[in-house]
C-alpha cells in the first residue's frame, strides 16, 4: 500500500511544509507514505506521469489558491489513467463548504477538513489495516453510495505532539525550509483564514529550542516561520529570539511575520543587537486608513508601529518588509496612496503591495457577497473592483505594484529611485509617473534584461523630469550598478572608462593605501586587485547628492569592494579613494 503525499509548490526555491508534518506524524506507517513535491511551473503532463509511474494505492493532495487550478485540471486526467485510485484532498482551499466544493467532483473521493495531522494518520490507518472505518474519523467528508457524509470536526491537537518535519536536509539544498512554533491568531481581520480559529496553541519551547539547534547545526539558509503573528506571546517570541541569538551560527536566516506595534522595548534592544542578516521580519500594514481598519477589524495604531518600525531600523540590522492591500472597505485610489506613502515613509527594505483575496472561509468572504467587493471567481479569488475601487483605479494601481517590484524592491536602482523623489511630490506619485511611463511606451508583458531597465528609467528621467541633467542621472545609475556586481560589459550612458585608467592604476599600486581602505586583500597583486574590484569615476559625490538633491561638482574616485558587502542589501562595499 503507497499513499502519495502531493505537492504542488508556487516556487522551485518552496517547500510544502503540510506534507511533510503529516509524513512526520504518521511515521508508524512511512514505508506506506510518499511525498511528491513539484511547482506550478512543471507541464502539467510531466507532474500526471510522474505521479503515475509513482504507482500510488491513494493520492493525498495538499491544496492552497496557488495550485488548485492545476490540481483541478489533474483530478480529471488522474481518474481516467488511474480510475480506482481513491483520492483525496486537504488544505485551506478545500476545508470550507465542502459539500458544494470539489467533492461534488466526481474525480474527488474525500477532503480533510482543517488540521490534519491526526486525521490524515487515521486515514493511513484505514488503508492499510482495515482496522477503522470511514465513518469514524473525524474532520473528513467523503462519499457514501452515492451520498456525501460530512464527519464531526476534530479538536484542535497539541502542537507539540508533531515530531519534527525534517529528517535530511540534504533534499531541501537550494530551498527555503519553513516551520512553525504556534497555530492561530490573536486577531480577527476579516480577510484573514487565521482569524477563524480563536486563540493561539504553542509549540513547546524547549522543544522548540532543540529543533533550532537542528537548523542551526545543519547551517541552512533561511527557515521561515509561518506563525501567523510571531510575537503575540512575549515570552514564546523572546525565547526564540534570545536563543538564535545566543546560538548564531554566523550563516542562517530566519523569517518572522510579526505586529510590529506590539513589540517590547527588551525585544527591540534583543532585535538591535542581532548580528545583520540573522532575523529578517515581515510586518502586515495593510491600510492606515483609519475606517478601512476598523471594517476588516484590524487592531493597529500606526503612530505606535511607525515609532517601533523606526527602533528597529536604527539597529540597522534587520531586513523589514511591510506589506500593504489594495481592495480593503472604505479605501478608495487617494487614501491608498496616503497609506503607500505613510508606509515608504518608514523605509522599508522591502514594500509589498498585494491585492486583497476574498477567501473561502474567511469573514470577509460573505460580506463581499453584497456587491460592495466584486473578486475574480476562480482562485486566487483576488479583487476586480469595490464600491470605492473602481476596475480603472485597480489596473493603475497594478501599474504601481509592478515598478515598485522592479524599482525599489529590487535594491537595484536605490541611488536612482532617492534622487528622483526630489521631483516628484509623493513617493507615491513617482511610482504612478513611472507606471504610466510603462504603459504609455508599451512596456509592460515584456522580459526586459536588466540593463533594459537602466535604460528605461534613463529614458523615463529624460522626457519625465529633467533632460538637461541627464548626464547626472546616468552617473547615479552607474553607481546603482556597480553597487550590485562588477559588470563585464559597461552601458552605454556610462563615460569612458580610459579616461581615468592612469588614475585607478595609480591607486592600486598604492600598497599600503590599498591595505588601509581595502583591508582583505593583502594576498592580492594590484592586477588582480583591479579585477575583483573596480574603480569609477563621478562628477560628484553620489550618495551626497541623491541625499540633498541638489549637484555640486567634485571629482570623485570610488572602488566598490564585493568581498566586504552589505549583509543586508548584499550591495558592495563603496569606498572613496
Not at 509513482?54 to 495538499?62: L, M
Not at 574616485?557 to 579613494?577: C, E, G, T, W
Amino acid at each position: 500500500m503507497k499513499i502519495l503525499l502531493t505537492a504542488i509548490n508556487a516556487k522551485y526555491i518552496h517547500s510544502n511544509l503540510a506534507v511533510y508534518e503529516l509524513s512526520a506524524y504518521a511515521k508508524k506507517y512511512q514505508e506506506h507514505v510518499e511525498i511528491a513535491e513539484y511547482t506550478i511551473n512543471n507541464q502539467q503532463e510531466f507532474i500526471l506521469i510522474d505521479i503515475y509511474k509513482r504507482k500510488p494505492d491513494v493520492i493525498a493532495f495538499s491544496c492552497y489558491i496557488w495550485n488548485i487550478g492545476i490540481i483541478e485540471s489533474l483530478l480529471k486526467e488522474i481518474r481516467q489513467v488511474m480510475p480506482d485510485t481513491p483520492v483525496w484532498l486537504g488544505g485551506p482551499e478545500v476545508s470550507y463548504d465542502v459539500t458544494k466544493g470539489l467533492l461534488s467532483s466526481p474525480y474527488v473521493d474525500g477532503i480533510m477538513i482543517g488540521e490534519g495531522e491526526c486525521t490524515f494518520l487515521e486515514l493511513v490507518k484505514h488503508y492499510v489495516e482495515g482496522t477503522i472505518e470511514l465513518k469514524d474519523i473525524r474532520g473528513i467528508a467523503y462519499k457514501w453510495n452515492g451520498e456525501i457524509k460530512v464527519n464531526p470536526y476534530r479538536e484542535p491537537m497539541n502542537l507539540s505532539d508533531i515530531p519534527f518535519p525534517y529528517d535530511d536536509f540534504e533534499k531541501f539544498k537550494n530551498k527555503i525550509l519553513y516551520y512553525e512554533t504556534s497555530r492561530g491568531c490573536p486577531y480577527s481581520c476579516s480577510y484573514c483564514l487565521s482569524s477563524i480559529e480563536r486563540g493561539v496553541r504553542l509549540r513547546d519551547l524547549n522543544l522548540v529550542k532543540k529543533e533550532l539547534q537542528m537548523f542551526l547545526d545543519a547551517k541552512v539558509p533561511q527557515v521561515k516561520f509561518i506563525d501567523r503573528t510571531f510575537n503575540c506571546n512575549p515570552v514564546h517570541a523572546m525565547g526564540i529570539w534570545t536563543y538564535i541569538h545566543e546560538h548564531d551560527n554566523g550563516i542562517t536566516n530566519f523569517h518572522f511575520e510579526i505586529a510590529a506595534d506590539i513589540l517590547r522595548e527588551n525585544e527591540i534592544a534583543l532585535l538591535n543587537q542581532m548580528r545583520p542578516g540573522l532575523v529578517q521580519l515581515e510586518i502586515g500594514v495593510q491600510s492606515t486608513n483609519v475606517d478601512t481598519i476598523t471594517a476588516i477589524n484590524r487592531k493597529m495604531d500606526f503612530g505606535v508601529l511607525t515609532d517601533k518600525v523606526n527602533a528597529v531600523h536604527r539597529g540597522n540590522n534587520i531586513h523589514q518588509h511591510l506589506d500593504l492591500i489594495a481592495g480593503l472597505p472604505y479605501e478608495d485610489y487617494e487614501s491608498f496612496g496616503r497609506s503607500f506613502n505613510d508606509v515608504y515613509g518608514l523605509h522599508p527594505n522591502q514594500l509589498q503591495l498585494g491585492f486583497l483575496k476574498v477567501l473561502k472561509g474567511s469573514p470577509i468572504f460573505p460580506q463581499a457577497q453584497d456587491g460592495s467587493i466584486v473578486y475574480r471567481q476562480t482562485a486566487p479569488y483576488e479583487v476586480l473592483f469595490t464600491k470605492w475601487l473602481p476596475f480603472d483605479d485597480v489596473l493603475r494601481l497594478k501599474r504601481v505594484e509592478e515598478v515598485v517590484e522592479v524599482y525599489y524592491n529590487s535594491g537595484q536602482f536605490e541611488m536612482a529611485v532617492q534622487y528622483l523623489e526630489h521631483f516628484f511630490e509623493t513617493p507615491f506619485a513617482l511610482y504612478e509617473a513611472i507606471g504610466e511611463y510603462y504603459e504609455v511606451h508599451g512596456l509592460f508583458g515584456i522580459n526586459h534584461t536588466r540593463m533594459a531597465r537602466y535604460d528605461i528609467l534613463l529614458d523615463f528621467f529624460k522626457e519625465q523630469v529633467n533632460k538637461t541633467d541627464a548626464q547626472v542621472f546616468a552617473e547615479i545609475l552607474v553607481y546603482d550598478l556597480y553597487l550590485r556586481e562588477n559588470l563585464k560589459s559597461r552601458p552605454k550612458f556610462a563615460k569612458d572608462y580610459g579616461l581615468y585608467k592612469k588614475e585607478y592604476r595609480a591607486f592600486y599600486e598604492e600598497e599600503e593605501r590599498v591595505r588601509e581602505l581595502l583591508p582583505g586583500y593583502e594576498d592580492y597583486s594590484s592586477k588582480v586587485l583591479s579585477r575583483v574590484t573596480h574603480a569609477e569615476h563621478f562628477s560628484f559625490d553620489v550618495p551626497c547628492v541623491v541625499k540633498t538633491g541638489e549637484v555640486v561638482y567634485k571629482d570623485t574616485m570610488i572602488v566598490f569592494d564585493y568581498k566586504n558587502r552589505n549583509p543586508l542589501d548584499h550591495q558592495a562595499m563603496a569606498v572613496s579613494i
